[in-house]
């Protein structure tokens, strides 16, 4: 099965050149060059992941990624400007998995787009094999459809909100450092005023609850990493 990328970004010649490199990895592209268009063809269900640009005409990235994300899951990787911290940190609240600065090495992007796309493919298991979850308090994942909930009510998370989620439940007790959390979850290394990390924490905390009895559910270990709360539910 092929892998259906859109790209969203008003560089015609950008465009291009990403077609013409991923091509040939066995990627399909089709592109889009405004926002409106951008919007409606990522929810159509037809592609794989999503390349947005944050600086388009009409309807900007931010725009478009509020529009996917209020009802759809698919992994979205942000181009961002070079330094431009601000963006970054917009995009990753809004619920981007991932971003990569322009101008950008094709090669780095077509190893973000690869990374992305395993996380977001739920295990293959057959139908006859028992289910596999994994329960902290009052928190539950199915490992196999990637479905979180939370005292039973379904959370939505992005791919990398799951895997940073299923990487601190396995370890619930223990401080997980943030270099491995990278590794693990972004699959790459953290450069040193990367923030992206620590904006998918914040993400988690929103939609599960910052505090589980009383008690803060993901602690941050200043310097170190972070650690999920062992505190079990009251139910």
Same mark, same amino acid.
């Given at each position: 099965m092929i892998d259906r990328?859109?790209?969203?970004?008003?560089?015609?010649?950008?465009?291009?050149?990403?077609?013409?490199y991923l091509t040939p990895l066995g990627f399909g592209v089709e592109s889009v060059h405004d926002g409106e268009r951008g919007a409606e063809r990522a929810l159509h269900g037809e592609h794989s992941i999503v390349v947005l640009d944050v600086m388009l005409p009409g309807a900007n990235g931010f725009e478009v990624l509020r529009r996917i994300r209020s009802s759809s899951r698919i992994p979205v990787l942000m181009l961002t400007a070079r330094g431009d911290d601000v963006d970054r940190i917009v995009g990753l609240e809004i619920g981007a998995d991932d971003y990569l600065p322009k101008p950008f090495n094709p090669r780095e992007l077509?190893?973000?787009? *690869?990374?992305? @796309?395993?996380?977001?493919?739920? !295990?293959?298991?057959?139908?006859?094999?028992? *289910?596999?979850? @994994?329960?902290?308090?009052?928190? !539950?994942?199915?490992?196999?459809?990637?479905?979180v909930r939370r005292d039973g009510d379904v959370v939505e998370l992005t791919a990398v909100e799951y895997d940073l989620l299923e990487k601190l439940l396995r370890s619930a007790g223990q401080v997980i450092k943030r270099e491995e959390l990278a590794r693990d979850v972004l699959g790459r290394s953290l450069s040193p005023f990367d923030r992206s990390l620590d904006m998918h924490v914040?993400?988690?905390?929103?939609?599960?609850?910052?505090?589980?009895?009383?008690?803060?559910?993901?602690k941050t270990v200043r310097g170190v990493g972070y650690i999920y709360t062992t505190v079990t539910s009251d139910k």
């Open positions: 990328i859109l790209v969203i970004d008003d560089d015609v010649a950008l465009c291009e050149l990403v077609t013409e077509a190893a973000r787009i *690869r990374a992305i @796309l395993r996380r977001a493919r739920p !295990e293959e298991t057959a139908e006859s094999a028992p *289910r596999k979850t @994994l329960s902290v308090g009052d928190v !539950e994942i199915d490992i196999g459809t990637r479905v914040s993400n988690l905390r929103k939609k599960l609850g910052h505090q589980v009895q009383g008690i803060e559910r993901i």
